[in-house]
């Protein structure tokens, strides 16, 4: 195996060495991190050495981003000018958020989802990310993944959480009937936890809340899935090894899972199984913060809906949803933070979303909302790496640079810890590595 030296400015996200000024690897494997002396003792002396004017930090993960659904809107949705680039991806994703990913009426082919996915990876990586987790992966978008990984073409780290429709009667026959459980897989593919919906959407009005959308009424907001029944998919993941990732908007529903999953944990311990928590924006009480963050349940969330969603949900609920994804309760209660963007239908660009986590800002208001909610640029940045690869099993491989894992790494023109808010949002990408390989550069 060949060895390779970059020399520039490392954020590694590792707390044994936060900084260095260069890393080396060898096929897909860092081999050393550290200063530029030591970095060049531990490989070979004929080692090419690549200077940077860059910083250089861990491959990004967005934790909740439909990348093959993302593929087919790539596909579906004319390009302007004819080809997409990462820019007008983004922007044209945004203008056309409530278009479904494939015209109504017709099914994707198995070569549409290879051909989506050969378009849009590049374009994600456009922007840094290197690593996903897709959050509801169809039986259909399980065999795009396997035709892809097997036929080469994932440049992209991909965590695929399952869905199947817990009113299906024989739902649990089904999940025994995998052979399989979570962590399955190699490095560029491998199974998550399975997904499951316990409430609706907020801009809807169906997310369960604790006390109701308007006062005096009954109107509490949708559960979409009986406590009973919930109950024993998750009981029958606790005992077989998955993890479990639940969409709950409101307050409400993340109390009654808790709760569950707290009865479940005195029998089947969760923290190892990781399971998560995913938006979790509305009204989550402090109580439920602090529960888990004991019981290790990931909280995951996406600031891309806040910005999205906030102005919007105020005229719903008035001065209650001013709070709304409130990231800095959630590290301050102790929980594990993924961040992610539930793209292609939310923006999902990892530079905005930072920035939106840094400022609280929110698309249609002026000034931030709630803004001592806000995080700080290592925190933001935590959410993608360190945060988002433990809830994907993969923070021995992932998420910091540290001998022995991965060589993912982006680099960008500013060091997003120690930046201005505005500076990482209109920070450039100068190169972006999956596994020692170059995936997309500017050049």
């Known amino acids: 195996m060949s060895h390779r030296i970059v020399v520039a400015p490392v954020v590694t996200m590792d ?31 004929d080692t090419p050495i690549e200077e940077l004017d860059a910083v250089v930090v861990p491959g990004l993960i967005d934790a909740h981003l439909h990348m093959q659904r993302a593929g087919l809107k790539a596909l579906s949705v004319p390009a302007p000018g004819g080809t997409w680039d990462a ?32 378009q849009v990876q590049p374009l994600l990586h456009a922007l840094g990310i290197t690593s996903v987790v897709d959050p509801a992966v169809t039986v259909d978008e399980m065999r795009g993944y396997q035709a892809a990984r097997a036929a080469g073409l994932l440049s992209m780290r991909v965590v695929a959480m399952p869905y199947l429709d817990p009113a299906l009667p024989e739902i649990l026959t089904r999940l025994d009937g995998i052979g399989a459980s979570t962590g399955f897989g190699d490095d560029f593919l491998r199974l998550g936890g399975i997904k499951v919906y316990f409430d609706g959407e907020g801009m809807k009005r169906q997310a369960l809340l604790a006390s109701p959308w308007t006062p005096g009424t009954t109107d509490y907001g949708v559960q979409r899935i009986p406590s009973g029944d919930f109950a024993s998919i998750a009981r029958f993941c606790a005992s077989h090894g998955w993890s479990l990732g639940v969409h709950a908007v409101g307050g409400g529903a993340v109390a009654e899972i808790l709760r569950i999953f707290a009865d479940i944990d005195a029998s089947f311990p969760l923290r190892d199984l990781r399971w998560q928590l995913i938006h979790a924006y509305l009204e989550p009480s402090p ?13 995951s969330l996406q600031p891309s809906i806040h910005w999205h969603n906030a102005a919007g949900l105020i005229e719903h609920l008035g001065e209650r949803a001013v709070p709304a994804n409130p990231v800095r309760s959630w590290l301050d209660a102790g929980a594990t933070v993924a961040l992610g963007s539930d793209g292609p239908f939310f923006p999902f660009d990892p530079r905005h979303l930072m920035w939106q986590t840094r400022t609280r800002m929110v698309r249609g208001l002026g000034d931030p909302v709630a803004p001592s909610l806000a995080v700080t640029g290592a925190e933001a940045l935590a959410g993608y790496t360190t945060g988002a690869a433990y809830a994907a099993f993969a923070e021995a491989t992932r998420g910091m640079l540290r001998p022995g894992m991965l060589a993912d790494w982006v680099a960008l023109s500013v060091d997003p810890v120690t930046c201005s808010a505005s500076e990482i949002l209109t920070a450039a990408v100068v190169r972006t590595v999956v596994g020692g390989l170059t995936v997309w550069s500017p050049s």
């Open 15 to 45: 707390p044994a060495l936060p900084r260095a000024s260069a890393l080396a690897w060898a096929g897909d494997r860092l081999v050393a991190v550290g200063e530029v002396d030591a970095v060049r003792a531990a490989c070979p002396p």
């Open 87 to 118: 820019a007008s991806y983004v922007a044209e994703m945004d203008r056309t958020a409530d278009l479904d990913e494939w015209p109504p009426g017709s099914e994707p082919s198995l070569a549409d989802r290879l051909e989506g996915l050969r």
């Open 287 to 299: 109580s439920s913060l602090a529960e888990a963050a004991r019981l290790g349940v990931v909280a």
